[in-house]
């Protein structure tokens, strides 16, 4: 597989910082909107997850998950989202970055990116269980994290998916992915 | 030949290239060599693959850029600087002297001597800061551009790559940066893409010609090129130093001075005015970068705005189109515009291109994009394809039409934006430097289709560092400096009106 | 805005290695996470409120504004873990809401972490250049200089990216773009936005690459620093003051 250029990097550091802004303004309205939904706000927390698997499906490398959650959740931690964000960022990342390894780095399919964003979520049960924020009725409990895996599902195997297929049409992933052998052999022509 | 392989700096052979899902070949089997201590320009049509090939010779394409090539061999100089086309994508830091001192850090240059080298930098390229801690963002396009140089300086290199690095530079800025780089470079090896030759032709040593296909259909000494393929070259629409007198005898130019003349003596009774400025100033943030103390635009009228890299002249056409804050007063057509009121609209009979093509594409293809104005109107698909492919041919634009804007070359681009503004018809037309990057057919092409709109009684403000362009088109000549409307005077346009061109000479000449 | 973040007086904390202080304050905070110990965690809670009151050098006024987020995000955090925490002591109940000894314990519990981490986070945040951290990251924490120049160039084109917003609605508005009332509208304002300022965004961040590289950048070479960070004698003193107040926080929490 191929390694990580220095625009790689660059670029996913750079989607990394514009989700971390993304996700601290969704922090503030998800602060205000806590005490209020409890339901509605477990629907809204996939978006935390979305990171990772958003640019590993846009740049298709190794790494590239994990990097863009840590980015994104230093940036948060920076701009007031917390530090504990960023051992929540480092946690997820990581998940999602072993899921994509386990298929080889290979699919890029809905499924995949959904099950990243799975895996992520329960990598931030496994935290929550440490901060407290597990120590919930068990009714409430499965309702909690149950409501959390759809809506990371649909966050990073839905929308992450729908965004990188638009920005396809761009043709910007054509300058950053890995280049198809194909391609070379089209040069013969 | 085998004395020219021997110092020779960089070569290649049979290059190979194209751009991935792409269909065709941006160069097929090109061969090239350039010998140790060699000035060599590269000429050729918009999109005919420069900036990519300079991109392959410094070994960006493929070390930083993934493109599928091949070549029999290649041969990358050891050490190179590179001044892009587009100012804003070259610093990777805040402050002006933290990004000199970017360079210095990455060639391990002890810390104390950086200021000094930085200042030196500075004042080499006509940027003498009085204070180098500065936010590069709040530097004009032109400054910007000449910081890239002094970066590039910094690296002490053997080989020079220069992309257009003058294109958004004003006249004055222009001679400083090519001195400069005559100076530093006399002993390196440079490469030059760069549409306006007026001040390297004598310079360069060698000049390489490309059709629009990407082959090399020339290559030699400047004079015999000049002399011997002035044919080509005009057919592929390259500059080239008498391009501007071939031009005005040309018989379209001809044409439209006699219809400029007719029109002029039938002009009995006085323009309307359209546009009364008073007192008008806008700003950028708190602070007053533009002032206009009395204006008025008149129907029909070609305004050309000149002035210094960061004078305002940006800045005036984004507060006419009330996309800054104002204060004053403001007539268009007669009626008082309040610019109190924050929710105030751009005007719909103003339109403007912006310096920027890239932020005004709001589609996702070529055709979408010019088609996209004459949809809004409710035009038929038929009628639509007809005038998108209209556009398409006059500007030269014979790329795929399902490309994405992103993706076409810096002239392309602009070209786009323009074409985009004239399919969209409006009673006044803004143009931030809507030529530069362009090759001499496209600039024609441009400037003869303005006409044709100003003629039709379109109003043109156009702002531009072209002192050929202020001559032969423009109606009237605007200079803004530091933030001021100093002077207004009519151009008189036509050439045999010398007379009245000596009293503006003064500005236009400000060499 | 600028003014916001400026403070009346630049104290002790901002002369201290900003690498150094991020390594000590993102320990403390490990250990706050993991921490289930109640009084632990207030007599924590106290010592970064005095850190963050005292010892940011900005004004009162400013400091409880900033603090405002993270007081609602405490009472929202303490509050779910309240009223829907497990616990068999129960004080009070009403349908599926029940208030139990435990339940509160251990929402107050959770409500005080996340004020340590406010704090500790806007102690750092006031105290600090984020530049000067990367800097100090790579020249004392061997970072390598990928990913701090990677982190300074994103963090540089950001405002770009706002000034983007700006010129792309100004676009829009030009080229006489209309979205349509409700959900419809939102997306495609939404699509508008997003995919274009994504794909400048990323294309842009190559370009920089690029030019980067062009200047000689390159990933893993020796480099010297425009900003030399160091160790001084007030790092020491930070060290040993957080070490002190830090061990008492413990030692009186067992007692
Ligand atoms: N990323 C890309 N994907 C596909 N095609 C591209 C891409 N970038 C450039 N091209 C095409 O490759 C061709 C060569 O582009 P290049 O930028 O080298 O032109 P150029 O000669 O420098 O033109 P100009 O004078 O207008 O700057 C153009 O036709 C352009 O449309
Ligand atoms: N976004 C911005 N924020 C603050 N100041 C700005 C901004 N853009 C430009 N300026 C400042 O406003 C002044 C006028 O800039 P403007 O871009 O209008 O110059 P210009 O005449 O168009 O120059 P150029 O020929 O280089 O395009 C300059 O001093 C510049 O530094
Ligand atoms: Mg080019
Ligand atoms: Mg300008």
Redesign the pocket.
């Known amino acids: 597989m191929k390694r990580l250029k220095f625009s790689d990097l660059l670029i996913t550091i750079m989607i990394g910082v514009v989700f971390g802004i993304t996700m601290k303004f969704w922090d503030d309205l998800y602060t205000v909107v806590k005490p209020m939904l409890p339901i509605a706000r477990q629907l809204l927390y996939g978006m935390w997850f979305m990171v990772g698997p958003f640019a590993f499906l846009l740049i298709r490398k190794p790494g590239v998950a994990l990097l863009a959650s840590i980015a994104a959740a230093s940036l948060s931690a920076f701009i007031g989202g917390g530090f504990t964000v960023l051992i929540y960022g480092f946690v997820q990342g990581l998940a999602a970055e072993l899921l994509f390894a386990s298929f080889r780095y290979k699919k890029f399919g809905i499924v995949v990116a959904g099950l990243a964003g799975v895996a992520s979520c329960f990598a931030g049960f496994f935290l929550d269980l440490f901060y407290g924020y597990a120590n919930l009725e068990s009714w409430a409990l499965f309702v909690k994290y149950g409501l959390r895996v759809v809506s990371a599902f649909l966050f990073t195997g839905v929308f992450a998916y729908l965004i990188v297929r638009a920005l396809e049409a761009t043709g910007v992933t054509n300058l950053i992915r890995p280049v198809s052998k194909e391609e070379y052999s089209l040069l013969d022509n | 030949m085998n004395n020219h392989q021997q110092n020779s700096i960089m070569q290649v052979s049979n290059l190979r290239l194209k751009f991935p899902g792409e269909s065709s070949l941006i160069f097929k089997d090109l061969s090239f060599t350039v010998s140790q201590g060699e000035k060599v320009l590269l000429l050729g049509p918009s999109g005919c693959g420069k900036s990519t090939l300079l991109q392959v010779l410094s070994g960006i394409i493929p070390h930083s850029i993934e493109v599928p090539l091949k070549c029999d061999s290649i041969q990358l100089p050891e050490s190179w600087g590179f001044v892009f086309q587009d100012p804003d994508t070259q610093f990777c830091m805040p402050y002006v002297d933290e990004e000199l001192a970017f360079v210095l850090e990455n060639l391990n240059v002890p810390r104390d001597k950086m200021g000094p080298l930085i200042g030196k930098a500075l004042s080499s390229v006509g940027l003498p800061l009085p204070e180098q801690h500065i936010l590069i963002?709040?530097?004009?396009?032109?400054?910007k551009q000449r910081l890239a140089l002094a970066s590039v300086l910094l690296l002490k290199p053997d080989v020079l790559f220069l992309d257009e690095p003058s294109s958004?530079l004003?006249p004055e800025g222009t001679i400083q940066i090519w001195d400069s780089v005559k100076e530093v470079a006399a002993e390196k090896t440079v490469i030059i893409v760069e549409h306006k030759i007026d001040h390297i032709a004598d310079w360069v040593n060698r000049v390489v010609l490309f059709n629009d296909v990407g082959e090399i259909i020339a290559d030699g000494l400047p004079e015999e090129i000049f002399d011997q393929y002035k044919q080509e070259i005009a057919e592929y629409g390259i500059w080239y130093p008498q391009v501007w007198e071939d031009y005005l005898v040309s018989t379209n130019f001809k044409e439209i001075n006699t219809l400029r003349r007719q029109e002029n003596l039938s002009r009995l009774k006085p323009q309307k005015t359209i546009i009364k400025l008073q007192d008008f100033r806008g700003y950028?943030?708190k602070?007053e970068?533009?002032n206009i103390p009395q204006a008025e635009i008149d129907g029909g009228s070609w305004i050309t705005i000149i002035?210094?890299?960061?004078?305002?002249?940006?800045?005036?056409l984004l507060s006419l189109m009330h996309l800054l804050r104002t204060t004053g007063q403001y007539e268009l057509n007669g009626n008082l515009i309040n610019l109190q009121n924050r929710k105030k609209s751009p005007p719909n009979e103003l339109s403007l291109v912006f310096?920027n093509p890239e932020l005004q594409f709001v589609t996702n293809s070529v055709f979408d994009e010019i088609a996209f104005s004459l949809r809004l109107i409710g035009l038929s698909e038929l009628e639509i394809r007809t005038r998108v492919m209209s556009l398409l041919e006059l500007f030269h634009l014979n790329v795929n039409e399902q490309r994405h804007p992103f993706q076409l070359s810096m002239g392309q681009k602009r070209r786009l934006s323009v074409a985009t503004a004239f399919a969209h018809g409006t009673t006044m037309l803004l143009l931030?430097?809507p030529t530069f990057g362009q090759d001499a057919r496209n600039t024609f092409a441009i400037l003869e289709k303005l006409e044709q709109l100003r003629s039709g009684g379109t109003t043109i403000m156009m702002?531009t560092?072209d002192r050929r362009i202020v001559e032969n088109f423009a109606t009237e000549v605007w200079t803004?400096d530091q933030?001021k409307l100093v002077k207004m005077c009519a151009s008189q346009n036509v050439s045999e009106q010398k007379r009245e061109e000596k009293h503006c000479a003064g500005i236009i000449h400000t060499t | 805005m600028l003014e916001l973040f400026t403070p009346h007086r630049e104290t002790w904390l901002y002369r201290v290695n900003p690498a150094l202080k991020f390594v000590v304050f993102f320990a403390f905070m490990l250990i706050v996470l993991f921490n289930q110990n109640f009084h632990f965690a207030l007599n924590q809670l106290i010592l970064y409120g005095v850190l963050v009151y005292s010892f940011s050098g900005y004004s009162w006024r400013k400091l409880l504004l900033f603090s405002v987020p993270i007081v609602i995000s405490f009472v929202s955090s303490a509050a779910t873990m309240m009223l829907f925490g497990k616990g068999v002591t129960i004080w009070w109940s009403w349908g599926l809401i029940k208030i139990s000894e435990e339940s509160f314990n251990y929402g107050l519990l959770l409500g005080f972490k996340t004020l340590s981490f406010g704090f500790i986070s806007l102690v750092f945040l006031l105290t600090s250049r984020p530049i000067l951290l990367f800097y100090a990251l790579m020249q004392q924490f061997r970072l390598p200089s990928k990913y701090a120049y990677s982190f300074i160039a994103s963090i540089r084109l950001m405002p770009v990216i706002v000034?983007e917003l700006q010129t792309r609605s100004d676009a829009l508005k030009i080229r006489g773009v209309h979205f349509p009332k409700g959900l419809k509208g939102i997306f495609q304002r939404l699509r508008m936005y997003t995919v274009p300022l994504f794909a400048q965004s990323i294309r842009r961040a190559q370009r920089v690459a690029v030019a980067m590289e062009a200047k000689r950048f390159q990933m893993g070479a020796k480099r010297t620093y425009y900003y030399p960070t160091t160790y001084e004698r007030v790092d020491a003193v930070f060290v040993i003051v957080m070490v002190v107040s830090f061990a008492s926080a413990l030692v009186l929490s067992v007692r």
């Open positions: 963002q709040t530097l004009s396009q032109g400054m958004l004003d950028r943030g602070i970068k533009i002035g210094d890299n960061g004078a305002g002249k940006s800045t005036l310096q931030d430097e702002v560092h803004i933030g | 000034e």
